[in-house]
């Protein structure tokens, strides 16, 4: 209930609705860590437009001639010059910068080996176990173990086959193919055996080089050497 005389209208609510003094109008108070935080969104454009200007190009001096470069390169290009030039400050956010990389590099190269090297030995005895129980219609694993290739002298682990099951499709065509190009080099073969006409010779050894200078083409499809 309002008091006589008093109107209530805009800005003007009931007296029972109105705040009292020294009593909060939120006794929860603010939710824990809702102060200054910034909307998700606004953050990821922040993001956007610190990557879009490290990655804008600009035209520099390099040496005679101008050069295009994304800012971050012009920038770190500047460090560098500065740090060889002697200026502490330079080759020490330099070396720090540098070390970080490569660092971040190095994780990322150990992370990696290590799970290769995880998932060809599961994915072996995972085979292994299915030869023996007579399993043959489980799909095979992508990538195979038998084309993760693990070098622990060098440190390096590759992948030499297919890893999708878009890739696996292309491999076994290319796969395929391969397997007639080879029938088809044999075949040569035993047509140059029985041949005696210095022309009709002369004519299956140039099918024959072009058959070769495919399969080894195809080889470097399937990521083979050579």
């Not at 953050?43 to 800012?71: C, F, Q, S, W």
């Not at 330079?90 to 660092?103: G, I, M, N, P, Y």
């Not at 060098?154 to 796969?175: C, L, S, Y």
């Amino acid at each position: 209930m309002s008091r006589p005389g008093y109107d209530v209208g805009y800005a003007k609510p009931p007296e029972g609705s109105k705040f009292r003094k020294g009593v909060s109008g939120n006794p929860r108070g603010r939710p824990k860590g809702a102060k200054n935080k910034l909307p998700a969104l606004s953050e990821e454009r922040m993001k956007a437009i610190i990557l879009e200007e490290a990655y804008r190009t600009i035209t520099v001096r390099d040496g005679a001639r101008n050069v295009t470069v994304p800012i971050a390169r012009a920038v770190l290009r500047s460090l560098a010059v500065n740090a060889v030039k002697g200026q502490h400050r330079s080759q020490r956010l330099f070396s720090e910068l540098l070390a970080s990389v490569e660092t971040a590099n190095r994780a990322k190269h150990d992370e990696w080996l290590e799970t290769a090297i995880e998932y060809k030995i599961e994915w072996e005895r995972e085979l292994a176990r299915r030869k023996r129980q007579g399993i043959i219609n489980a799909p095979e694993p992508l990538p195979h173990p038998d084309h993760v290739v693990i070098n622990l002298r060098e440190g390096t682990a590759n992948i030499i086959g297919p890893a999708t099951r878009e890739e696996k499709a292309e491999w076994d065509k290319w796969v395929e193919r391969r397997a007639d190009f080879e029938a088809e080099l044999e075949e040569l073969q035993q047509m140059l055996e029985d041949a005696t006409d210095e022309n009709e010779i002369a004519f299956i050894k140039d099918d024959m080089a072009q058959t070769a200078k495919v399969l080894k083409i195809i080889g470097r499809a399937l990521g083979e050497a050579g």
